[in-house]
């Protein structure tokens, strides 16, 4: 029995726009029309108190959204209505809630603890978690001590990380947010790119005696992935004289393809597996994870793995009125069905959280970007948002012009740091300041009458004019450690898959991104071939394939 069957979805296709709670939105939206933030909070003196909540060492400030009680209310109710909480519960059970491909999605069992019971057919899954990460910790212990070396016996000091999306993004992420906690003597780099630039400039200034791949690939089929593998493995048998025998001292796999990684030419022994109940951008605290445990070390990855658990429980038993994920997908979804906005913006106030928008964008986009529900149904509503952002305070100087005044309304997730991990502790100060500065500037503007009680020139007032009313969360996490990561990554997992239940999809799978790939294929053959293709596309796409074989002087 899938899981949509077993916690009561219906067999005939309903839309979410029938439930009782959808339509109670979509009438409260007319009426909260014209609401201002500023007339919200002199109303309610304790508004901050009641939706600002806190778990696993961030405080998550919800005020400053569009909404009032009434609308948080129905906002549960359609939480309620679409079955959240049973399906969290099936999703932690092991049930097959991935129905296009027939799989459980279990990523929380990466994270459990050692002495925890999840089964999939019967078979206890948290064993064999715990068998890889003890054989991640003991290479790492290899590795970092100098008993695993090169080919020549020289010391690894850079592991490159070859993989992209899930394989790449996660681990890429993580290394950069946890760079304090880093050991010098051994770095990482990332190399996704089918774009050779990428592998030349990652490896440009590397010795390869010194250098260990990681070959990450889920499937091993993944073409970026295998092209860029076979670069390093002619880049490291170039160094070592076409000797065959580097290899096994200069690369080992992640994947839960053996017979596929073997073939490639890597000891499966040299291998760190993983399972397809993990999807690909849920993996980072898998094997996929291995650069990050190789840098940090692996007490600090189990950390992270603690910090992730930890926001799991929060997720498992918190009721959803205080259920901190679920409050932030209700949140997104009122603005993405009923407010008609189409993006949500993550803006970190942190340099070490770089890469968090695009480690959030695939999490998100290829969850959510789904145009039927789980019994094949077109959607008539909309569904995955478009996630973007960049780095406070850098944003400030780009895009928030367009945030502030412009005509879009952009939700946005402002995430500060507390404590300060470099060691220009005024700068923080600074930092900080602007995090809550900009959720006041974007809640409350600056209006007419404030201008011109400022003695603003009265043709000046309109252009400067500030209408707030721009809905923020406000996230304050103590610290960034790997604990604090693990748990600030599993809030936005359990939030995007909140919002799948809420869509009726299937956040799981990713059938859009298959076609490019397969179309790819063709196209590789018709730009390389000796002799002029017989071209059958349309064309537009005939003529592009001509323009380029002619500019690289292939007959056309
Ligand atoms: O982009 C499609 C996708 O399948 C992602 O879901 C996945 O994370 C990525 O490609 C890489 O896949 P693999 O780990 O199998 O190489």
């Known amino acids: 029995m899938t899981s949509a069957q077993s916690v009561g979805h219906p067999r005939v296709a309903t839309s979410r726009r029938e439930l009782p709670a959808w339509q109670a939105l979509q009438r409260h939206a007319d009426e909260l029309h014209g609401v201002t933030l500023r007339a919200l909070f002199d109303q309610d003196p304790d508004r901050a108190r009641d939706l600002g909540f806190e778990t696993c060492g961030m405080y998550v400030d919800f005020s400053k959204h569009l909404v009032t009680r009434t609308t948080m209310g129905l906002l549960l109710d359609l939480a309620e209505q679409c079955a959240v909480t049973q399906r969290r519960d099936a999703m932690f059970a092991g049930e097959e809630i991935n129905i296009s ?23 206890n899954v948290v064993a064999e978690v715990h068998q890889v990460l003890d054989r991640m910790a003991e290479f790492t212990r290899r590795v970092r001590s100098g008993e695993w070396t090169g080919h020549t016996g020289r010391r690894i000091r850079t592991v490159i990380n070859i993989g992209i999306g899930g394989s790449d993004l996660g681990p890429r992420m993580a290394y ?22 990428d592998f030349v400039t990652a490896t440009a200034d590397l010795d390869p005696a010194e250098t260990l791949f990681i070959v990450s690939s889920k499937s091993w089929h993944t073409l970026e992935t295998l092209t860029n593998a076979r670069a390093a493995r002619a880049w490291i048998l170039d160094a070592f004289g076409g000797d065959t025998t580097a290899v096994a001292k200069h690369f080992v796999a992640v994947s839960t393809n053996a017979q596929g990684v073997a073939e490639f030419g890597i000891d499966p022994q040299n291998m760190f597996g993983f399972w397809d109940w993990v999807g690909g951008r849920y993996s980072m605290d898998s094997a996929v994870g291995l650069s ?18 930890d926001l799991d429980e929060h997720f498992r038993t918190t009721p959803a009125e205080r259920n901190i994920p679920v409050l932030m997908a209700l949140l997104e979804v009122w603005y993405n069905n009923f407010l008609g906005a189409q993006t949500q913006a993550v803006l970190p106030y942190s340099h070490y959280l770089e890469h968090l928008p695009a480690y959030l964008q695939q999490l998100e986009m290829e969850s959510n970007g789904k145009h039927v529900t789980l019994v094949g149904q077109h959607v008539d509503y909309q569904t995955g948002q478009i996630i973007w952002g960049q780095p406070g305070t850098n944003g400030q100087h780009a895009f928030y012009q367009l945030l502030h005044q412009g005509t879009k309304l952009v939700p946005a997730d402002l995430i500060g740091v507390v404590q300060p991990l470099s060691k220009l502790t005024d700068q923080h100060d600074l930092l900080l300041a602007n995090v809550l500065a900009q959720a006041e500037a974007l809640a409350f503007g600056r209006s ?20 707030g009313n721009r ?6 996490l103590d610290q960034l450690s790997p604990r604090r990561l693990g748990s600030l990554i599993a809030l936005y997992e359990h939030k995007v898959f909140t919002e799948g239940v809420i869509w009726d999809i299937d956040s799981f799978d990713q059938w859009g991104v298959e076609l490019g790939k397969i179309l790819a294929t063709t196209i590789i053959e018709e730009l390389t071939a000796d002799e002029p293709p017989r071209l059958a596309h349309d064309s537009s796409t005939n003529e592009l394939i001509r323009r380029y074989r002619a500019a690289r002087g292939r007959p056309i």
């Open 101 to 123: 491909e027939r799989r459980a999605v279990l990523h929380v069992a990466l994270r459990a603890p050692r002495d925890a019971v999840i089964a999939v057919d019967g078979h």
């Open 176 to 197: 950069q947010a946890l760079l304090p906690y880093v050991d010098p003597q051994l770095s990482a780099r990332f190399v996704s790119n089918v774009d050779g630039a």
């Open 471 to 476: 809905p923020t969360t406000t996230v304050l």
């Open 292 to 309: 990050l445990m190789l840098t940090i070390g692996p007490d600090q990855f189990t950390e992270l793995l603690a910090g992730f658990h």
């Open 448 to 467: 007419e009458d404030q201008l011109r009680q400022a003695g603003v020139p009265e043709e000046e007032i309109p252009h400067r004019v500030c209408e």
